[in-house]
């Protein structure tokens, strides 16, 4: 059973930079592509980036150019450095793993960009 567990939410300034991490347990992320969502209430999750085991990152549009995914399959995290930062970037984040059978989720972390 995979666990998830995201960090590195908070409140930052327009522009400014935040690095989340995604902490995985219980199984290796190796084999799987792993993806970042975020949610606003009462909008649809949206994919913000994914990365495939060995493979390349690819990013929504708005997210494009500034926020870079990467992964360590030793230490089994996933991290999503945000930088120039904008209030529309005001979501819960979650990571999520999918392993084909299932989808595992995070609790998510909140992202705040506010003057």
């Known amino acids: 059973q995979v666990q998830l567990v995201e960090s590195g939410g908070g409140v930052v300034q327009p522009g400014g930079s935040l690095r989340l991490s995604c902490a995985a347990s219980g199984g290796t992320i190796r084999p799987y592509t792993m993806r970042w969502y975020r949610q606003t209430p009462g909008n649809r999750r949206e994919l913000v980036a994914g990365i495939p085991s060995g493979g390349i990152p690819n990013y929504s549009d708005s997210v494009k150019g500034r926020f870079t995914i990467s992964r360590n399959n030793a230490q089994n995290t996933v991290l999503l450095q945000m930088n120039s930062l904008k209030p529309e970037d005001t979501a819960v984040y979650s990571c999520?793993?999918?392993?084909?059978?299932?989808?595992?989720w995070g609790q998510g972390t909140q992202v705040t960009i506010a003057a």
């Open positions: 999520n793993l999918d392993s084909g059978l299932r989808q595992y």
